[in-house]
């Protein structure tokens, strides 16, 4: 593919957009995507910049066996920019890609080269899914065995069947009561190797469903949570579900176009044995036939990329719609969402039409294809018998045999290029989701500590939300910042919003890492501690806690399997929710529903308090755990707090300054640094900012 422009904003524009339709129908990954939209850019404006806007250039796109190489030639003078660019985008895009771009220049054109490389090749997707079907090959070998053996069968039935017609013509009784009890016991055992052979298939689908979806699904888990920000839910659905199951079937399917395709080629043998004349002539009309529908799969293998990613944009925001229906409509939002996801409706269902449209045309050019090779093939018969070249049985044999060979064959082409279309697509996308380039995972170190005593400390750490996954950002959330809290104390951190106070507890659970900087627990980098350590010794109840649609019973089983019901009950009472829950019909059984729908703001916050107490650890954080509760019960809750004072840290964000006068220690964090530490009434002395919150406060 070539695309030729001026260096002007509107042809730079579209030639990127063309560019990167093309790079997604070959199956360029995501993320070198993203780095090639941004270079690109910014290289074709500093050209613009450098040679004006009237200079041509033109993009080529080729597809190699294993990779797609672009090539950008401008015209003009010798630039580098690439070299000598002093964008900071472009320099964070290159650093450490693998893809990224090479400048040289050859006769008179600046040449900009990438090299993507393509990992959905069918040995290395064979290779992926057999991970998961290996270990359950022995159904994988019977299914094969038992469909050779149907082959066979289905080979003999239409002699058998032949040998009928001739027997019934010249009125050899006894023959045909033979030929028919043999082509008896042979479609009835051909019936139950089929019956047998779905049974083995069946089995190896579901151990390989079993085993993938166990597996990518722990990926998934372990997925770092600035990825799965970045991405939306939506992907992960998607892929979970749809994709799982295509992978799931492929040794299966593999194993029956196997076996059909046997049958042909036995087919085509017993027809080459026959008349090798016939045969010449179905292999020539086949060929032609074969050749149509590898068009049609390669322009099928483009188009259906770009459906999948299209579905999976549109199927991410219905998801996100179903979650957040009830903030939709209290912010009376359904217009503008309605309209984005009429947008994404409407582009995913024209690319499936775009797909359906080109498939029809190539089918209905196909079907005249096999009609006009029926046609052809008949004819030829007529001709061989008028010749005396062949007997009647013998062209009812070579009829029959092509029959079973001439629209089934192509059409079994047809469904397997389809498969492993399909295949290749999901077994690439399931495949970068084990990727951790593409989907970076959380990495634990190997130190296991037992006795954690609660003391955690920043030191110099720098941290921010990355833009895209280039480390871009828009500013420092945390700023070289230097934090301590001994075990057991309860510490406050205050602020405005946005001044890096839920960044620190996100930090401390390893939610996110930092740039730079340590984060310290027992004076211990958390980077060497394990899973088990580190998270097994923290709660944290957030102002949002997410409730699972399950029995309140089974919610506080999630922080203490095996928690007995004195247990329950009695973080129960310490959350101040134990009379709501012995109210509800059910009790401790009741169900609340997805997210804790049934339940209450407050009710919900003080299961997920219940939830914590229950775990028992050594850091509790409360990130406005107790926004959505009345004063009353906030008081109480302070009193449990009060309760297990030294016995835990903690750690606690809050925006009523009320809730935290008490606290041994109360930092105010402005703009990712701490600049003020002491309890309440050396801070109201001391720090203006804190003053000037609760002053405010106690007047509204």
Not at 42 to 64: A, N, R, S, T
Not at 297 to 314: D, I, P, S
């Amino acid at each position: 593919m070539k695309i030729k422009g001026v260096l002007t904003n509107e042809s730079i524009d579209r030639s990127i957009e063309s560019v990167l339709s093309d790079l997604e129908k070959l199956g360029v990954l995501s993320d070198d995507m993203i780095r090639f939209q941004l270079t690109i850019e910014d290289i074709l404006l500093d050209y613009h910049y450098k040679l004006g806007e009237d200079v041509p250039f033109c993009v080529v796109v080729k597809k190699k066996r294993t990779g797609v190489t672009v090539e950008l030639r401008v015209k003009g003078e010798s630039y580098d920019a690439i070299g000598l660019t002093d964008s900071l985008i472009l320099l964070k895009s290159v650093h450490g890609w693998t893809s990224a771009p090479s400048w040289h220049y050859d006769k008179g054109k600046n040449v900009i080269r990438y090299d993507f490389h393509l990992r959905n090749s069918l040995k290395d997707n064979l290779g992926f899914t057999w991970k998961y079907a290996g270990p359950h090959k022995k159904y994988l070998f019977l299914a094969l065995f038992l469909q050779l053996t149907g082959v066979g069968l289905m080979i003999l039935a239409p002699i058998l069947g032949a040998k009928i017609i001739v027997n019934l013509t010249s009125e050899a009784l006894d023959q045909l009561l033979l030929t028919a009890l043999m082509l008896f016991v042979v479609n009835i055992v051909s019936t139950s190797v089929l019956l047998a052979t779905n049974w083995a298939h069946n089995v190896l689908y579901n151990k390989t469903l079993n085993a993938l979806e166990i597996d990518i699904s722990d990926k998934v888990l372990k997925i770092k949570n600035s990825a799965i920000d970045e991405h939306g839910t939506g992907l992960f659905i998607q892929r979970l579900t749809v994709d799982t199951n295509n992978l799931a079937t492929a040794f299966s399917t593999f194993a029956d176009n196997l076996s059909n395709t046997v049958q042909y080629l036995g087919i085509l043998i017993a027809m080459l044995v026959i008349n090798p004349v016939v045969f010449l002539v179905t292999v020539i009309l086949l060929g032609i036939q074969i050749w149509l529908e590898i068009r049609r799969e390669k322009t099928n293998e483009k188009n259906g990329r770009l459906y999948r990613n299209a579905n999976e944009r549109y199927t991410g925001l219905v998801g996100e719609i179903v979650r957040g229906s009830k903030d939709i409509k209290l912010i009376h939002a359904e217009k503008e969402l309605k309209s984005e996801l009429n947008q994404r409706i409407i582009k995913a269902n024209s690319s499936r039409m775009y797909l359906d449209a080109i498939n029809r045309i190539f089918r209905l050019v196909g079907g005249g294809l096999r009609e006009l090779a029926a046609l052809l093939f008949i004819i030829l018969l007529m001709c061989l018998l008028k010749n005396h070249s062949i007997e009647v049985a013998t062209a009812l044999i070579l009829y029959n045999y092509y029959t079973n060979l001439g629209t089934p064959a192509i059409t079994l082409l047809g469904v397997i290029m389809d498969f492993f279309a399909d295949f290749n697509l999901s077994c690439e996308r399931l495949h970068a989701l084990t990727d951790d380039h593409l989907f970076p995972k959380e990495s634990f170190g190997e130190l296991s500590k037992k006795d954690i005593k609660g003391k955690v400390s920043l030191e110099k750490v720098c941290f921010s939300y990355n833009v895209s996954k280039l480390n871009s950002s828009t500013r420092w959330v945390l700023y070289d910042t230097n934090l301590t809290i001994n075990a057991g104390e309860t510490v406050a951190l205050v602020g405005r919003s946005g001044s890096g106070k839920t960044t620190i507890f996100n930090l401390l659970s390893k939610l996110y890492q930092p740039f730079s900087g340590k984060v310290m627990l027992d004076d211990i980098d958390i980077r060497e501690l394990d899973s088990d350590s580190l998270r097994g010794s923290m709660s944290v109840v957030t102002q949002s806690p997410y409730i699972f649609h399950m029995s309140i019973r089974d919610n506080l089983k999630l922080a203490k399997p095996d928690m007995t019901d004195e247990e329950m009950k009695t973080v129960a009472k310490q959350a101040c929710i134990d009379e709501d829950i012995e109210a509800m019909p059910e009790g401790y059984d009741t169900i609340v529903g997805e997210g804790g729908v049934n339940l209450s703001g407050g009710q919900r916050q003080r299961l997920a308090i219940a939830r914590g107490l229950l775990h028992d650890s050594k850091i509790l954080l409360l990130d406005e755990a107790t926004s959505a509760l009345d004063n009353i019960t906030q008081a109480k809750i302070r009193e449990t707090l009060q309760r297990i004072h030294g016995k835990c840290t903690v750690i606690m964000i809050a925006h009523r300054l009320s809730t935290v006068i008490g606290a041994d220690r109360i930092l105010y964090i402005k703009d990712g640094k701490i600049i003020a530490d002491g309890r309440h009434h050396a801070l109201i002395e001391s720090c203006p900012e804190y003053r000037e919150l609760y002053e405010t406060e106690v007047s509204i």
